[in-house]
């Protein structure tokens, strides 16, 4: 009986890419906290989740000079704007603690999110050992 590693893994995988580009958004803009007219951004993890469909999500080349990894840059997870609570009268839309808060929040999730896939990987390895 053939093994269906899509089927036996769920949507495990796919959360974790998402929490991992989450992750790069939140800590860019923790990075330009600073600077001026810097709009902070999000991703909207339901909807991006939806959006795939079942298909693995492709990394994100978010400037030019990006290489493609999957030769047609597609899958990109759509960043949107967040709507701040008090801006800065530089233009600066960063709410440090929102965003802190917020990675952390993403770090959990990611991590239990690989707690979770390892307990799949071990007990397939269980289930293929016959132990």
Do not use: C, W
């Amino acid at each position: 009986m053939p093994l269906n590693f899509d089927k036996a893994l769920g949507d495990l995988p796919r959360n974790l890419t998402l929490y991992s580009q989450r992750s790069d958004v939140l800590a860019s803009n923790i990075a330009n906290a600073d600077t001026p007219g810097y709009k902070a951004r999000d991703i909207d993890f339901r909807s991006a989740l939806a959006r795939a469909g079942g298909q693995a999500l492709a990394p994100t080349a978010t400037q030019a000079g990006h290489m493609r990894l999957d030769g047609t840059g597609s899958g990109a997870v759509e960043t949107l704007y967040r709507v701040p609570l008090q801006p800065a009268l530089d233009g600066n839309t960063v709410d440090t603690h929102v965003e802190q808060s917020e990675f952390t929040q993403n770090a959990v999730r990611y991590q239990s999110t690989l707690t979770f896939l390892n307990g799949r990987f071990k007990g397939l390895m269980l289930a293929i050992k016959g132990e």
